[in-house]
């Protein structure tokens, strides 16, 4: 499951984000959980990340901080989306993303989005 988290609220995005991350540790433990700051990552680790298998853990949970920051990553994010696997849970969180663009689309469509 991916999902976005967007909206200038930065405390209801880091309770939402917060709960998220609590309820999958809670389920699956904390060894499949990965935060990503996206000004730190560049492209192929960032893919790694997300299409690589969960390791000693059924699921991964990989939590996406600013990753419109990173050019390449607004660019392929419709390859990004599609090639992860289903064992992979994707939570994007933005502040502001312009809704012209077509990375605004693609979220919008391809991910269970929420707008705080």
Avoid at 94 to 99: L, Q, T
């Amino acid at each position: 499951m991916i999902t976005t988290i967007i909206g200038t609220n930065s405390y209801a995005r880091q309770q939402t984000v917060a709960a998220l991350v609590s309820d999958f540790i809670k389920k699956h433990g904390d060894i499949g959980y990965e935060h990503i700051d996206g000004d730190n990552i560049v492209l192929d680790q960032l893919q790694s990340s997300l299409q690589s298998m969960p390791f000693l853990s059924d699921r991964k949970l990989v939590v996406l901080q600013n990753p419109s920051a990173n050019k390449e990553f607004v660019s392929k994010i419709d390859q990004l989306l599609s090639a992860m696997p289903d064992s992979t849970d994707v939570v994007i969180v933005e502040s502001i993303i312009d809704k012209r663009l077509n990375y605004y689309a693609a979220l919008k469509e391809q991910t269970k989005f929420r707008e705080l």
